[in-house]
């Protein structure tokens, strides 16, 4: 891509465009505006890259996607250099692909870490932003761009008496990085989303005695994890490009065949043979490569809950155990179903004990332990492992202040309005890669698309002479539109009574919404390379320069 002159002044604290966060979006995004020859800035909180992958950093944290489309594909530097060791690659090996592609692509030099940003406010006389970092420092950049990801703002419960807890208190979403001696002790998790289920296998042999607390199971689905050979390397280095491609063109952003029939159009038989085959295969491959139809069609979905309960009373040797482990009043894909790697099987233990907090709630944490009615925990240690504010959280706690003094927080207090996900109308210049209102999907090639549409946008608007990239309000309310109709025609639309984050229902007080786009990411990316190849309508209301 050919490289811009901006004009833009050059001193110390002014950049074309400043950046937050350094994970696999912020990365990303600086690459592609270094490749335009824009003077860029990335804060990062942490002190290194990495993101989500930084801070997740609790025992047995892994990737639910296999690691040929966990990763990007526009460097060919990247990928004919690094080879992955695990299907689905851990937490370790994830963070030291980030730091490669870092180290690779040049990009440290333009990164500040140790840095949080506290208010960024939009200049409309001089159409820049001025960004205030939690040190007191301020810059201008003509573009601001959120790169703080979907699950970046962690969920803290507030339990009665948790202040009291003598013992020691963990989050999975904020792990000490020089790890936690859980030898012996006796442990409680509060939290059975992706992070709980991840973490109960790995901890579960060393403990003394896990307390598991459930307030919602989860339909979680068997993955199967092995070592890449070279020769395995080999054959997706030779196709990146084709893998990203075909995963485009799939609703879930992966590289997978689409199936042509619905579970409730085959027999008994057939049903069970294809069920069980994705199983095997583990992971996305059940949910999405089994049937057509069961994110949509209820009866179909029900066939799919009901194989899973089943595989769960095969699994838990225990039958009450089992019961309580089965979700009965939400349908598959009500919430985001995990992947899990031994996590029914480590019900069967003695030392892992289950408790059932749906009917009450935790009563009260004590100076010893957790109380659920008359029962009384005694515990040495408590991990948290109770998800995030997702899609919003990170944008809604920094004051990010666009036109007459609108907060971006207080946009949102109604009702989510966004342009694709993208941009927000009375906030110019102002992009976000994995925004709410963007696909329900896996989120590195999401983010491979946005960061690429983004800097497009910006070669549109710096070619053109156009002041100001900024959403209209008729293209907001097409797609608020959008992204309702496009959710309640899903069995997504149920997932309030699973305390979903994509509907914002796992944080108390969020607005019952979809935060994310259910039509699929194949409609949206479609849509959204229509927008560019059309001069971005809905994106700027400014003439176009004249032609010489």
């Not at 840095?115 to 003509?142: C, M, P």
């Not at 009901?306 to 225990?318: A, G, L, P, Y």
């Not at 480590?346 to 109380?371: K, M, Q, S, W, Y």
Request: glycine share 10%.
């Amino acid at each position: 891509m050919s490289k811009l002159t901006t004009g833009a002044a050059t001193s110390g604290t002014h950049y074309d465009a400043v950046i937050i966060g350094a994970g696999f979006s912020g990365l990303g995004m600086l690459h592609h505006l270094n490749e335009l020859g824009m003077r860029s800035r990335v804060f990062e909180a942490a002190s290194g890259v990495g993101g989500t992958w930084f801070w997740n950093r609790y025992p047995g944290a892994r990737t639910d996607s296999e690691f040929y489309y966990y990763s990007f594909s526009f460097s060919r530097e990247v990928r004919e250099e690094w080879k992955w060791s695990e299907r689905y690659p851990a937490q370790p090996e994830v963070l030291r692909y980030l730091e490669f592609v870092a180290q690779k692509l040049d990009l440290n030099k333009d990164i500040a870490f140790n840095t949080k940003i506290s208010r960024a406010q939009f200049d409309e006389d001089a159409n820049l932003w001025h960004v205030t970092t939690d040190q007191g420092e301020t810059y201008t950049a003509r573009y601001l761009i959120s790169g703080m990801g979907v699950l970046s703002t962690p969920s803290v419960p507030n339990i009665k008496g948790v202040q009291s807890f003598k013992g020691s208190i963990y989050q999975t979403a904020t792990w000490p990085k020089e790890g936690v001696d859980l030898t012996g002790k006796r442990v409680g998790l509060i939290g059975v989303g992706a992070s709980g289920v991840q973490i109960v296998p790995v901890i579960a042999p060393v403990v003394k005695d896990l307390f598991v607390f459930q307030r919602t199971p989860n339909y979680v689905v068997a993955s199967s994890n092995y070592a890449v050979d070279d020769e395995w390397m080999t054959q997706i280095r030779a196709n990146y490009d084709d893998i990203h491609k075909q995963a485009t063109a799939h609703g879930f952003a992966v590289p997978f065949a689409k199936p042509s029939v619905g579970a409730k159009d085959v027999s008994a038989q057939e049903r069970e043979r294809v069920f069980e085959a994705g199983w095997k295969e583990g992971g996305f491959h059940f949910m999405l490569e089994t049937f057509n139809d069961l994110a949509t069609n209820e009866e179909s979905n029900a066939y799919a809950s009901d194989f899973i309960r089943q595989k769960i009373r095969e699994t838990v040797k225990d039958p009450l155990k089992a019961e309580l482990l089965c979700p009965k009043d939400y349908p598959f894909n009500g919430k985001r179903p995990p992947g899990g790697h031994g996590y029914y099987e480590t019900f069967n233990r003695d030392n892992v004990h289950l408790v059932d907090i749906r009917p009450n709630g935790i009563d009260e944490i004590t100076a010893t332990g957790v109380r659920v009615g008359d029962q009384h925990v005694e515990l040495d240690v408590l991990i948290f492992a109770t998800g995030f504010d997702a899609m919003t959280g990170a944008l809604t706690r920094i004051d990010i202040v666009g036109r007459d003094g609108l907060v971006l927080r207080d946009k949102w207090k109604d009702g989510l309005k966004t342009n694709m996900g993208l941009a927000v109308n009375g906030f110019p210049n102002f992009f976000m890669i994995l925004g709410p209102q963007t696909p329900y999907a896996n989120l590195p090639v999401a983010i491979q698309e946005a960061v690429g549409w983004v800097s497009r946008a910006v070669a549109f608007a710096e070619t053109n002479g156009i002041a100001c990239m900024e959403s209209s309000v008729e293209a907001e309310n097409a797609w608020a539109h959008e992204v309702h109709r496009a959710g309640s025609a899903t069995i997504m639309a149920q997932g309030g009574a699973a305390h979903a984050w994509f509907l914002g229902a796992n944080i108390p007080g969020k607005a019952r919404e979809f935060n994310v786009y259910m039509g699929g990411a194949d409609v949206y990316f479609k849509q959204c390379t229509e927008i560019a190849e059309n001069g971005f309508v809905g994106f700027h209301e400014a003439a176009l320069a004249p032609a010489g």
